[in-house]
């Protein structure tokens, strides 16, 4: 057998962890599997500013769970208000727009900005129990809307930037939302990406959004309703100056719910995914210290945009809740240059960054004189997240930017997870490239057939998780039935993460990959079935079958398969124009890198088309195994044929 890249712990990194080696791991999570109500009832406290004590760690009734009940927090409160008497001038953000400017919140700041807002959002009659959508872009106004949201009990949806106004009216719809914040634009690769057009889009015949409340980032110019849009600032300076700076912070109950944020699932529709208070709060603040060994010192940036839940838990909640000083950066890595992020490492003295393989395959292939022109020497802790790291992007990511000297955490978890789950702690954990290792304390990965029962090592097989953990997914947005079929019934009685995976005979975990029909692009997910529904609204298309085909940077990339209505058809202009339909119907993320036309599709004899088989098209260009359900095999040979002419 080949001899496996190990990477120990770097001795002086254990030196100084949090986790400072294996047995202190190990005791962590012997304590979490054997005693969980004392091990997290134990860190609620001393972690937590808790209004009320709560009367149960956990009850759990699978598949549902709450924590901490019968407890008062506020999720705001212990991110801001609890720092103010020691840590009120400390930097909560280093913020860079990508146009270059800049701006420095320390958290008394912070705790400022939020607070006014919170009175904003009063002053338009919005409180507690309430549901707002946020469509910002990457500036400081986004964690202050999320924060003022949470700080009053709005549950609120932040929508990314790059979704179209179709998605976003789905989601406002969905939620129910009374309220939309949002920006006139954002800046993208120079250009304006125009937020409050989509905004408008999208309300046309949407009934109970009564506010939209628009920060100015662009100035450009933009359509206003009277009565129903405002301007942020108009709005701040309208409350009374006496009291606008004072909003405490509502007691919520532990369950409240925090957020909802949509993600997508096996079917067209997106999937609300609801995390709530005070579990979701512990388990991220936790994850700082254990995963990004998170020290007062420390200048932290994570990389991800606020509209994904990478951005939640580690941009906003994780580290704000930790005390940490991050790094928020509005714009792409390639923007002015391929020097950019290396600059900003540069200047702010980050000592950890957290990425996506995505993020690191771009920049590899530009070549390793972009980092070097800086001075990446303050860098301490690399982190991965979104997708498995290739071993040879590792390997870069270890060298190039991580000087051979800084430990790699590579993430893995999911929108439903809340935050971390497998993952090692730096200063414990012996790293090898390309596997996540082991959990987090508390969290029973296992890998199994479809029965429930563990496949032996080396094996691959599903990933479920056995335990509730604080910062699970609590539902599925007004979809309770959809949550217990989603998760908790393909394999009876475990969490079933829709990932394969497997355990080599030193117990590592390998995450393999969706086993659904779930694609991963740039480390966003995406359901075959949302972009099959897009195609098929286009009034030139009969049928699509929509595939992930590998990228050699975006891990995945869209591959669509379109047979079309009768009539003459230009090909070349057909697939333009339907790339960008796609665009249009969910966001440019989604774009498709192909669209194959076709003149039928493999399906099996009940109608079900055989994505697996599309998939193997494109990836290997042929075909193998059980084909006889096929109702006309000269299909596949079809396609595989055409695929060899390209
Ligand atoms: C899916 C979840 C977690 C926040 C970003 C994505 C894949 C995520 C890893 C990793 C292998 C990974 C899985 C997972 N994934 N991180 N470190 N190694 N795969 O959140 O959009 O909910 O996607 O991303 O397939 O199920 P998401």
């Not at 920006?183 to 009564?210: F, N, P, Q, Y």
């Not at 100015?216 to 009291?243: C, K, V």
């Not at 076709?598 to 193997?616: A, C």
Request: charged share 20%; proline share 6%.
């Amino acid at each position: 057998m080949s001899q496996e890249a190990i990477y120990p712990p770097p001795a002086a990194f254990a030196a100084q962890a949090n986790v400072p080696s294996l047995e202190a791991y190990q005791a962590l999570c012997a304590k979490a599997a054997e005693h969980p109500e004392e091990f997290w009832g134990e860190l609620a406290q001393k972690e937590l500013h808790w209004f009320a004590p709560y009367k149960n760690v956990f009850e759990w009734n699978p598949p549902f769970v709450k924590w901490f009940t019968g407890g008062k927090t506020n999720i705001a409160y212990n991110c801001l208000d609890r720092h103010l008497a020691t840590n009120g001038g400390k930097v909560a953000f280093h913020w860079e727009g990508e146009p270059g400017d800049t701006r420095t919140i320390t958290y008394a700041e912070l705790h400022r900005l939020v607070c006014r807002f919170a009175n904003v959002l009063k002053s338009r009659g919005l409180n507690t129990g309430d549901r707002a959508i946020i469509y910002m872009p990457m500036v400081p106004e986004a964690a202050v809307a999320m924060l003022a949201c949470a700080r009053l009990g709005i549950t609120h949806s932040v929508v990314f930037g790059g979704f179209s106004a179709e998605a976003l009216r789905a989601r406002i719809q969905d939620l129910g939302a009374q309220a939309v914040i949002t920006a006139d634009g954002g800046w993208r690769r120079k250009k304006e990406v125009r937020l409050k057009d989509a905004v408008d889009e999208s309300l046309a015949g949407c009934e109970t959004i009564h506010t939209v409340i628009v920060h100015r980032r662009t100035g450009s110019n933009i359509h206003m309703q009277a009565g129903r849009d405002f301007y942020w600032a108009d709005l701040e300076a309208a409350l009374d100056p006496a009291t606008a700076n004072d909003c405490p912070a509502v007691e919520l109950d532990s369950e409240h719910p925090l957020y909802v944020l949509y993600t997508s699932g096996t079917t067209g529709k997106p999937k609300g995914i609801l995390h709530t208070t005070a579990g979701y709060n512990l388990f991220l603040h936790m994850t700082m210290k254990w995963v990004f060994d998170l020290k007062p010192s420390d200048v932290y940036w994570c990389s991800a945009d606020i509209g994904w839940v990478t951005g939640h838990s580690y941009i906003v909640y994780g580290p704000l809740s930790a005390g940490a000083t991050s790094i928020m950066y509005e714009g792409t890595l390639d923007t002015p240059d391929f020097g950019r992020w290396w600059s900003i490492v540069e200047r702010y003295k980050a000592s950890i960054l957290y990425t996506s393989p995505t993020a690191i395959r771009a920049l590899i292939r530009q070549g390793e004189q972009w980092p070097e022109k800086y001075n990446l020497t303050s860098l301490r802790l690399l982190g991965s997240v979104g997708e498995p790291i290739n071993p040879a992007a590792w390997e870069w990511y270890h060298r190039v930017i991580g000087g051979s000297r800084c430990p790699i955490v590579d993430t893995w978890w999911q929108t439903e997870t809340g935050g971390i789950l497998i993952a090692p702690m730096p200063g414990a954990v012996a790293l090898k490239p390309g596997s996540g290792t082991f959990p987090m304390p508390g969290v029973l990965p296992e890998v199994v057939d479809l029965s429930g029962k563990p496949v032996p090592a080396g094996a691959e097989g599903y990933l479920v998780l056995r335990r509730p953990w604080p910062a699970m997914l609590r539902t599925i947005w007004g979809d309770p039935k959809r949550y217990e079929e989603q998760y908790w019934s393909r394999v009876p009685g475990v969490y079933f993460t829709g990932d394969a995976a497997r355990r080599d005979a030193g117990g590592y975990l390998w995450v393999l990959g969706r086993v659904d029909d779930v694609m991963n692009v740039s480390g966003h997910r995406l359901s075959t079935m949302e972009v099959e529904s897009a195609l098929v609204k286009h009034p030139a298309v009969a049928e699509a079958a929509v595939v992930g085909k590998p990228h050699e940077i975006t891990g995945q990339a869209v591959c669509c398969f379109v047979t079309l209505k009768q009539g003459a058809h230009d090909h070349e202009a057909l697939g333009k124009e339907l790339r960008q339909w796609v665009a249009h119907e969910i966001g440019s993320f989604a774009r498709p890198e192909e669209i194959r036309f076709t003149e039928g599709l493999p399906k099996t004899r009940s109608g079900k088309i055989m994505r697996r088989l599309l998939r193997e098209i494109v990836t290997t260009n042929s075909v193998s195994g059980d084909v006889t359900t096929l109702e006309d095999l000269s299909v596949v040979s079809k396609l595989a044929a055409q695929q060899e002419d390209d």
